[in-house]
T-cell receptor
Framework: EAQVTQNPRYLITVTGKKLTVTCSQN?????MSWYRQDPGLGLRQIYY???????DKGDVPEGYKVSRKEKRNFPLILESPSPNQTSLYFCASSPQGAATNEKLFFGSGTQLSVL | AQSVTQLDSQVPVFEEAPVELRCNYS??????LFWYVQYPNQGLQLLLK??????LVKGINGFEAEFNKSQTSFHLRKPSVHISDTAEYFC?????????????FGSGTRLSIRP
């Protein structure tokens, strides 16, 4: 089954403790992206990747890192999480860049709470 | 730059009643327009998209949207809603055709259906 898989689904952590949220897609998509969803703000893009070893900042990249060593994986890294990063995070992919008319395929989300 | 505004954060309607979810966008270039739906505890799924051609676009689950260039609107409609339509709906816009353009999401409209 074609899908985007995020783990974990829920995560509670404390300020400053490094964490990684994994994202994997099995559709051989070139484009992958991370969004955060906050009430009243919709989805805001954190980072995106057009292909392996090609990543770029979205609208809200501060406090986050990503890597794209393989086509299928696009982990989101929070080196020193802070409470303002408490949010619902989504990974998404598409066959080509967001520049095309292709739709985005979304994962089920990761609810992160930073205490 | 592109932006998208969803005018209603919440829309309560009775089952079998019609519904319209409003979306306005701004862009200095031609756009692609999308509606995504997010069911509880799930990621976003594409409902429908407008690329070019007919301004009336039909999507899944009986939804349709009309592109109005003069009003810069892309309102979503359904003639008769069901309990299963309870979800959050996001309008999104991508402007231009270059590989650098990206999808911008609105803040979302929560549709709640009353029996």
């Amino acid at each position: 089954e074609a899908q985007v898989t995020q783990n974990p689904r829920y995560l509670i952590t404390v300020t400053g403790k490094k964490l990684t949220v994994t994202c994997s897609q099995n559709m051989n998509h070139e484009y992958m992206s991370w969004y955060r969803q906050d009430p009243g703000l919709g989805l805001r893009q954190i980072y995106y990747s057009m292909n392996v070893e090609v990543t770029d900042k979205g609208d809200v990249p501060e406090g986050y890192k990503v890597s794209r060593k393989e086509k299928r994986n696009f982990p989101l890294i929070l080196e020193s999480p802070s409470p303002n990063q408490t949010s619902l995070y989504f990974c998404a992919s598409s066959p080509q860049g967001a520049a095309t008319n292709e739709k985005l395929f979304f994962g089920s989300g990761t609810q992160l709470s930073v205490l | 730059a592109q932006s998208v505004t969803q005018l209603d954060s919440q829309v309560p309607v009775f089952e079998e009643a019609p519904v319209e979810l409003r979306c306005n966008y701004s862009s200095s270039v031609s756009v692609y327009l999308f509606w995504y739906v997010q069911y509880p505890n799930q990621g976003l799924q594409l409902l429908l998209k407008y690329l070019s051609g007919s301004t009336l676009v039909k999507g899944i689950n009986g939804f349709e949207a009309e592109f109005n260039k003069s009003q810069t609107s892309f309102h979503l409609r359904k003639p008769s809603v069901h309990i299963s339509d309870t979800a959050e709906y996001f309008c999104a816009v991508r402007g231009g055709y270059s590989s650098a353009s990206k999808i911008i999401f609105g803040s979302g409209t929560r549709l709640s259906i009353r029996p």
